[in-house]
């Protein structure tokens, strides 16, 4: 069967109806990786309609899928392509480039599609927001109830983390619960500005903002500092827990960009940081300066990298 007839049998399955009435993103491919179908849950997650995207082949990198550790997939890893070569289903977590620049988790199950002769003609991958989008919905109310809430970006802002963090320290003392420090600064920030206008800058912080969520977990803290630095408080960072978190963080930033219309690449920044883990007795001003010093010397030794002191 050829990929032309293999897609002709796609459609005539027509599963349109049953793929829009769910609530997780899901699109289909033909054995050359065209997508054929695109329901309105992955309109949803994605950001991009199902116009920009039918037609068009994975291989074009549309999403930008990277690993958890920020390794991009499409084009040598990809888990849908190896589940067409070999026929197995596939299900990983991995970070989708959403229209607008930021980096979405997704959780990914991909299943292939044969005909009556068990030849695969094409697969279904099947994707949910792993992001806690309720969650963080929730507590940017509780936030902005206590004005905690920076109105940019809609992080916590400098004084939540602040008191945070002396919180932490304390449960340090008392408990003995490690806990770690980043300090993260856009690099070249005001370049966007001069180029491109402060209101790109803007959409450029919410953009950091949005994939460095992404890459902590519930129970981590990012607040926005100021300016253009964010600061995150890191819990359980024995190890390299701390120095994979912020590695993680640092990439998923790498491999992003905004948006600025069709047919126009994206602008993309890259992040220095800085991280520290909490010594007991030491004061947080002590614990910031630390990881703020680490951070610089990320800025000194060339930028887009991670140093943990």
């Not at 992955?42 to 068009?56: C, L, P």
């Not at 067409?84 to 970070?95: C, I, K, M, N, W």
């Not at 998923?252 to 007795?281: I, K, N, Q, Y």
């Amino acid at each position: 069967m050829t990929p032309r007839q293999g897609a002709a049998l796609l459609r005539e399955l027509q599963p349109e109806a049953l793929l829009d009435s769910i609530g997780e993103g899901a699109y289909l491919v033909d054995v050359d990786r065209t997508i054929v179908f695109w329901n309105q849950s992955a309109e949803r997650i994605t950001g991009f309609g199902r116009a920009e995207v039918v037609g068009r082949h994975c291989q074009e990198n549309l999403l930008r899928h990277v690993s958890l550790d920020g390794r991009p997939l499409c084009e040598t890893e990809c888990p849908l392509s190896a589940a067409l070569a070999d026929g197995q289903p596939r299900e990983s977590r991995v970070f989708l480039h959403h229209k607008t620049g930021h980096r979405v988790p997704v959780d990914v199950r991909i299943g292939v599609l044969r005909d009556g002769a068990s030849r695969v003609v094409g697969a279904l991958e099947v994707f949910s927001d792993a992001s806690n989008q309720a969650a963080l919905e929730d507590q940017v109310e509780q936030l902005s109830q206590l004005a905690f809430l920076d109105a940019l970006t809609q992080l916590p802002n400098r004084r939540f983390v602040e008191v945070r963090l002396e919180s932490a320290c304390n449960e340090l003392n008392r408990y003995g619960w490690t806990f770690g420090l980043l300090f993260v600064d856009v690099d070249h920030f005001k370049l966007i500005n001069d180029v491109y206008g402060h209101e790109a800058g803007d959409d450029m912080l919410c953009m950091v903002a949005r994939t460095l969520s992404a890459g902590l977990r519930p129970s981590d803290v990012l607040a926005r500092w100021g300016g253009e630095e964010f600061l995150a408080v890191i819990r359980n960072a024995e190890g390299g827990a701390l120095e994979a978190c912020a590695e993680r963080c640092r990439s998923l930033v790498e491999h992003s960009g905004l948006r600025r219309g069709p047919g126009v690449p994206p602008v993309v920044v890259t992040v220095s940081v800085g991280g520290t883990v909490a010594r007991p007795g030491e004061l947080p001003a002590d614990m910031v300066s630390r990881a703020d010093a680490a951070m610089y010397r990320s800025k000194n030794e060339g930028r887009n990298r991670v140093t943990i002191h």
